[in-house]
């Protein structure tokens, strides 16, 4: 099943620089015809909107640093956002992003990293659960 | 002037996004003729995207809210400048390729006497600044104030003289109104702060 | 005049800058890695973030690292990047219902649904200096890593203990109103058949479901105010105070919340219903498609905290609540943001708790006045002293003085005065 737009961002946005950027070199060395940058990478900030829980209402809790890129590959359009000021990642992962849009003969590849992404992402969090589960208190009856 | 867009998808919002060092060039023009509201500056164009599009990208950011009156124009721009997209009657900024109706012009914010910079500032397309020969679809207008040095005269082309009615009734209340930026094909600007009197000059009979 | 013009400084004002980037680098041990300073001093970078209002391990970690350690020099180096730093987005409105958590504790309730997550927390470590010799350490580390191994028994994917919690629905020895036990008991069960372990179900909910709180919700969505681009005042509206209280500096915050309490006329102190530490997702929507994309986690401390309304126009048959978030693992901040929340509300939003609030928590407001006493203030000092012996001089009825005369008498302290100045 293919992934939607909105999760191969989110999963993009969580993949290693590594994996990111090897696929996105190897890519481009085999060639990727019509790839053209939209909007170069550029760091700045995402303000953190939070509705809490009282009133309902929001507020503004503080800024993250994000960086930003679009790219354009034959038409379709690659876009990826990040944590952190890593232009050179980002640019790779609005590349895949745009290989995928493209349905590229190499989206396959993009999928299959972002399977990879989500399958580790899921054990990552079993995992954290796996240390403080032990620590979950559990009342025992009294006589 | 053809107001379509002719390129792709991408470049039109690569070539929409405006370097710092362009934008403030292009600020620097327009506080010029701000100042001074019957002098003409120039911006530089970019090919393929119409110069009122191009001043107003170099303007906008997250924290501007916009309306893009042109449906072609209207997603890349907020695309590239990640504007913030909203009706004409709340916008700060107002992008207009075509001309502005008498009805939208009054339906656009001006703000109050205590908050006077939420008034409404228009970016609106014209077709020249009375190059005509015979003044065809011409306007003059006769400013007074601020930077007009007594009186002054802009020949404005492609706009009703209605259109200019509109705008000195909807700048009676100063320091409430709209500011007035108009920006010609070939990357021409002019603007009319919501500061300056306007009356049209009749034209000459028999001329 | 008793002073001259004088120029001079320059020279010395830039070997004191490079008497602080060689400082910096002196000594015979290896530079700090920002690895180490994020791994090794989280809580010090998570303080740091939290305070400059911006979400960035990475720069956070350079800043500690540059300030030496100094937590209000890397709060404002990063708020002086920060400025620099254009916005791109606005993210869509979290709800905190979504806070997916690493510790959760109540004091409110001994077993509130989901149950207490001690998670990793120093509340229950005892206070004792570690002086292990450093040639120790690896040792130390390796017999961690094999107890670890022990106790993973049941550890695999999803635990199950949540579970067991369904089962637990015996006598409390604490006298407990029933209705209340119920309740409770209710959404246990409810929270022990989901698989959500990791967000286990609000205090507040269990507290509106029991009629205890005072309504607060309007349903309006206000836009919220914005302290990065005017400053709040009082009579600034709740969002404001909240963002100001997320920045506040730490020990800023809990001094102010220790002092209000410590006043006679509050009878006990309120009580925190939540206490997590955990992750909340970041969202912005696609430029593309319009629709939300998780681009980030950030990790954040909450705290609900409850009080009992005792005052003569409050309505005593209910209970109120404040509310604390915060960039980082910082329960002290979160704790105290929650008691200022709920105390600036109670007091009136033009209060002197609201001023106080808003404006001297922030630490660039305070250090940074505290910090201008060392620019000169010759000038006025030189003037102080003129009052005093002009003073002096009315009370033993002699004439002052003046800083002109020029006789080089012993004892004529105000010549001597003027060439200090």
Redesign the interface.
């Known amino acids: 099943m293919p992934l939607t737009?909105?999760t191969r961002?989110?999963l993009l946005?969580a993949a290693a620089p590594e994996e990111l950027t090897e696929l996105a070199e190897r890519l481009i060395a085999a060639g990727l015809e019509g790839l053209?940058?939209?909007?170069p990478p550029?760091?700045?900030?995402?303000?953190?909107?939070?509705?809490?829980?009282?009133?309902?209402?929001?507020?503004?809790?503080?800024?993250?640093?994000?960086t930003?890129a679009?790219?354009?590959l034959d038409?379709a359009?690659g876009?990826s956002?990040?944590?952190?000021?890593d232009r050179v990642t980002v640019l790779a992962a609005a590349i895949l992003d745009a290989v995928a849009a493209a349905a590229h003969p190499a989206a396959a590849e993009v999928e299959a990293l972002c399977s990879r992404v989500s399958t580790r992402r899921e054990a990552a969090?079993?995992a954290?659960?796996?240390?403080?589960?032990?620590?979950?208190?559990?009342?025992e009856?009294?006589p | 002037m053809t107001t379509t867009r002719t390129l792709t998808y991408g470049e039109t919002i690569r070539r929409i996004g405006r370097a710092p060092e362009d934008s403030q060039r292009d600020y620097r023009r327009l506080i010029d003729v701000l100042g001074r509201p019957s002098r003409i500056a120039a911006i530089d164009t970019v090919d393929g995207v119409p110069p009122v599009i191009i001043l107003a990208a170099g303007l906008a950011d997250v924290d501007v809210t916009v309306a893009v009156l042109d449906e072609d124009w209207e997603r890349p721009f907020f695309v590239a400048t990640g504007a913030t997209r909203t009706d004409i009657t709340r916008a700060q900024h107002i992008i207009a390729t075509q001309p502005l109706t008498v009805d939208q012009l009054t339906s656009l914010e001006r703000g109050d006497a205590l908050h006077p910079e939420r008034g409404a500032r228009v970016f609106a397309a014209v077709t020249g600044f009375g190059d005509a020969v015979d003044g065809a679809d011409s306007t003059t207008l006769i400013l007074s104030g601020p930077g007009n040095d007594g009186e002054a005269r802009l020949s404005v082309d492609g706009l009703a003289p209605e259109f200019f009615d509109a705008l000195a009734i909807a700048n009676a209340d100063f320091p409430a109104g709209i500011d007035l930026v108009l920006v010609a094909p070939d990357g021409r600007i002019a603007a009319i702060p919501r500061s300056s009197r306007i009356s049209i000059e009749k034209p000459e009979k028999g001329a | 005049m008793g002073y001259s013009n004088a120029k001079g400084g320059e020279e010395a004002i830039l070997a004191a800058e490079q008497l602080v980037r060689r400082g910096r680098e002196a000594g015979s041990s290896p530079r700090l890695t920002l690895d180490q300073v994020t791994e090794r001093l989280r809580l010090a970078v998570d303080r740091v973030m939290g305070e400059a209002s911006l979400w960035s391990p990475g720069l956070a970690s350079r800043a500690v690292r540059q300030a030496e350690g100094d937590q209000f020099e890397a709060m404002q180096l990063l708020r002086a990047h920060r400025s620099t730093l254009p916005r791109l987005a606005y993210s869509e409105p979290v709800e905190v219902a979504e806070l997916r958590v690493l510790r959760r504790v109540s004091s409110a309730f001994r077993n509130p649904p989901g149950s207490q997550i001690l998670g990793r927390t120093l509340d229950y470590v005892g206070r004792l200096l570690d002086l292990m010799p450093e040639q120790d350490h690896e040792r130390y580390v390796a017999e961690l890593e094999a107890s670890v191994g022990h106790s993973h028994g049941h550890g695999h994917g999803h635990s199950h203990d949540g579970h067991t919690h369904g089962d637990h629905e015996h006598e409390h020895r604490v006298p407990e109103n029933s209705a209340t036990r119920d309740l409770v008991g209710e959404l246990q069960a409810v929270a022990a058949e989901s698989d959500d372990d990791r967000n286990p179900p609000r205090v507040m909910d269990l507290m509106r479901a029991m009629d205890l709180l005072v309504e607060r919700r309007t349903g309006e969505d206000p836009e919220p105010y914005d302290v990065t681009r005017q400053p709040a005042r009082p009579g600034a509206p709740r969002s404001a105070v909240l963002s100001m209280l997320a920045r506040a500096e730490t020990g800023a915050l809990v001094h102010f919340w220790y002092k209000l309490r410590f006043d006679p006329r509050s009878a006990g102190h309120e009580i925190p219903g939540e206490v997590r530490h955990g992750w909340l997702p970041l969202r912005v929507n696609h430029p593309l498609t319009g629709n939300p994309v998780q681009v980030a986690e950030v990790r954040v401390t909450d705290v609900e905290t409850y009080d009992d309304l005792d005052r003569p126009d409050e309505d005593r048959s209910r209970i109120d609540v404040g509310y604390g978030l915060c960039f980082g693992h910082n329960e002290r901040k979160a704790i105290a943001m929650a008691g200022l929340d709920l105390a600036v509300h109670r007091d009136g939003n033009s209060s002197e708790v609201a001023q106080q609030v808003l404006i001297t928590l922030d630490g660039v407001e305070a250090n940074g006045f505290l910090e201008h006493l060392k620019l000169p203030h010759h000038v006025d000092f030189r003037s102080v002293i003129d009052r005093k012996q002009a003073i002096r001089a009315l009370q033993t009825g002699t004439k002052p003085v003046a800083a002109t005369d020029a006789t080089p008498t012993p004892g004529n302290e105000t010549q001597q005065i003027g060439a200090l100045v």
């Open positions: 737009t909105e961002a989110e946005a053209s940058v939209v909007k550029k760091t700045g900030l995402v303000m953190m909107q939070v509705r809490e829980p009282v009133a309902e209402e929001r507020f503004f809790l503080g800024e993250v640093l994000v930003e679009t790219v354009d038409g359009l876009w956002m990040r944590e952190g000021d969090h079993a954290e659960w796996d240390e403080i589960a032990p620590t979950v208190v559990e009342f009856d009294l």
